[in-house]
C-alpha cells in the first residue's frame, strides 16, 4: 500500500536537523484547574504575557519523538505513550498540571496527521520530529507556579541529527561543568538542563568533540549522560547502562534495552565508573534525535578509550540500531506493539 498523501516539495534527503514551518500545531490551555479540547492553529507564534514564569524562572517542560513512512505506507508515531509518561513525571517535579496520556496521545496523532505532507516518505532517511512543549503562562512576579499554562505540540521533518549519519564519534569527559544537581531535576526532561549543558557542549564543541560525557556531579566518578543523550556500554553479551537519579529516562534507552534482552543480551542497569568504561568493547550515545551515535573514542584526562577500531560501529550497538530503526519505520514485525498508528 503506497501513501495516497501528496508529500511537500522537499529535499527529503538532504533535510538538516534543524526547524522548518509545517502547516499546523495544537494547542492546549490549562485554567481554572483544566485543560482545554485543543485546538489546531497554524500560527507558530506564541503570544505570551511578560511575567510568565517560564520566562522567569524556567517553569516549562518537553518532549522529543517521531513519526515514520513505514514500509507498506501507513504513517506511524514511536511510543508516544511513554513520552506522556515522562512528561507528566517532569509537570510534577516542577509543579505543573499533569495533562492525560490518552488525550496526548489522540493529540500527537491528531497533529501528525495535519502535517502529513510533512512525514517524510518511507527510504529517505529523515522523520517527522515532534517537540511537545509546557509552559507556565499566567502572570505572575512572585516565586511559586503558575496559575494557566499552555502545551503546544508542533511537528518539523528533519534528517539526521549528525550529518555523517550512523559513524562513531569521538566524545571527550568534561569535569569542569556539571548538567545537573544531586537531588535535582537531573531526571526531568526541563529545559533548565540543557541550558546547564550548553558551556560544556560548547567547550567540547570548540576543541572538536561532538559529544561530551558527563560525570556525576557529587563524586566525578561515576557515568551521569552524554550532553545529548543516554549512555550504553557493551562488554562481552551485556548492556550495560547507568543507574542514577540525576539521569533523564530515556525512551530510545528503554526501548533498546527491550531488543537487547530479545536478543538474548544481559541487561546490567548500575553504577558504570569512568574507569570501567576503558574495558568495554562498544559505546553508544542513545536518544530520539540520533537513535544510537556509536562512540569511538573517549578522552578522559590523560587516557583515549578506544573502542573497536574508532573508525566503524562495532557489531553489536549496529544490530541493536538496526532493529530498533526496522521496527520504527516497519521494515520489521513490531513484535513490543510500539508503533501507534495515525489515519490520514
Given at each position: 500500500m503506497s501513501s495516497a498523501v501528496k508529500k511537500a516539495d522537499l529535499d527529503w534527503g538532504n533535510l538538516p536537523f534543524g526547524y522548518m514551518k509545517t502547516d499546523f500545531n495544537i494547542r492546549f490551555y490549562f485554567k481554572d484547574g483544566k485543560w482545554s479540547e485543543g485546538e489546531l492553529?497554524?500560527?507558530?507564534?506564541?503570544?505570551?504575557?511578560?511575567?510568565?514564569?517560564?520566562?522567569?524562572?524556567?517553569?516549562?517542560?518537553?518532549e522529543g519523538m517521531k513519526a515514520f513512512e513505514t514500509a507498506d505506507g501507513r504513517i506511524v508515531c514511536f511510543r508516544p505513550d511513554e513520552n506522556a509518561k515522562r512528561l507528566q513525571a517532569s509537570a510534577?517535579?516542577?509543579?505543573?498540571?499533569?495533562?492525560?496520556?490518552?488525550?496526548?496521545?489522540?493529540?500527537?496523532?491528531?497533529?501528525?496527521?495535519?502535517?502529513?505532507?510533512?512525514?517524510?516518505?518511507?527510504?529517505?532517511?529523515?522523520?517527522?520530529?515532534?517537540?511537545?512543549?509546557?509552559?507556565?503562562?499566567?502572570?505572575?512576579?512572585?516565586?511559586?507556579?503558575?496559575?494557566?499554562?499552555?502545551?503546544?505540540i508542533f511537528v518539523t521533518p528533519v534528517g539526521p541529527y549528525y550529518k555523517g549519519g550512523f559513524k562513531p564519534v569521538k566524545a571527550l569527559v568534561v569535569e569542569q561543568f556539571d548538567r545537573?544537581?544531586?537531588?535535582?531535576?537531573?531526571?526531568?526532561?526541563?529545559?533548565?538542563?540543557?541550558?546547564?549543558?550548553?558551556?560544556?557542549?560548547?567547550?567540547?564543541?570548540?576543541?572538536?568533540?561532538?559529544?561530551?560525557?558527563?560525570l556525576d556531579p557529587k563524586e566525578k566518578t561515576y557515568i551521569d549522560e552524554f550532553s545529548t543523550?543516554?549512555?550504553?556500554?557493551?562488554?562481552?553479551?551485556?548492556?550495560?547502562?547507568?543507574?542514577?537519579?540525576?539521569?533523564?529516562?530515556?525512551?530510545?534507552?528503554?526501548?533498546?534495552?527491550?531488543?537487547?534482552?530479545?536478543?538474548?543480551?544481559?541487561?546490567?542497569?548500575?553504577?558504570?565508573?569512568?574507569?570501567?568504561?576503558?574495558?568495554?568493547?562498544e559505546v553508544g550515545a542513545v536518544g530520539t534525535a540520533a537513535v544510537v551515535t556509536p562512540i569511538g573514542s573517549i578522552d578522559y584526562r590523560e587516557k583515549k578509550f578506544v573502542f573497536g577500531d574508532g573508525a566503524n560501529p562495532g557489531p553489536v550497538i549496529s544490530k541493536l540500531y538496526e532493529n530498533y530503526v526496522g521496527i520504527q519505520t516497519g521494515q520489521l514485525p513490531d513484535i513490543f506493539n510500539w508503533l501507534v498508528d495515525v489515519d490520514k
Open positions: 492553529s497554524s500560527d507558530e507564534n506564541v503570544p505570551i504575557n511578560i511575567a510568565a514564569p517560564c520566562l522567569h524562572y524556567g517553569q516549562q517542560a518537553f510534577r517535579r516542577i509543579y505543573m498540571p499533569e495533562f492525560p496520556v490518552d488525550k496526548f496521545v489522540e493529540a500527537t496523532k491528531k497533529v501528525v496527521a495535519a502535517n502529513a505532507r510533512f512525514v517524510p516518505p518511507y527510504g529517505t532517511g529523515a522523520s517527522l520530529y515532534i517537540r511537545p512543549v509546557m509552559i507556565g503562562v499566567g502572570g505572575k512576579v512572585g516565586l511559586g507556579p503558575a496559575s494557566e499554562y499552555m502545551l503546544i545537573a544537581a544531586p537531588l535535582g531535576v537531573g531526571d526531568c526532561k526541563v529545559g533548565g538542563n540543557y541550558a546547564a549543558g550548553l558551556r560544556g557542549g560548547e567547550y567540547g564543541h570548540d576543541q572538536g568533540y561532538p559529544v561530551v560525557l558527563y543523550s543516554n549512555f550504553i556500554g557493551v562488554k562481552g553479551n551485556s548492556y550495560i547502562t547507568p543507574d542514577s537519579e540525576t539521569i533523564l529516562p530515556s525512551i530510545t534507552n528503554k526501548s533498546l534495552t527491550d531488543i537487547a534482552a530479545h536478543l538474548g543480551m544481559k541487561i546490567e542497569k548500575r553504577s558504570v565508573t569512568i574507569h570501567e568504561v576503558e574495558s568495554f568493547d
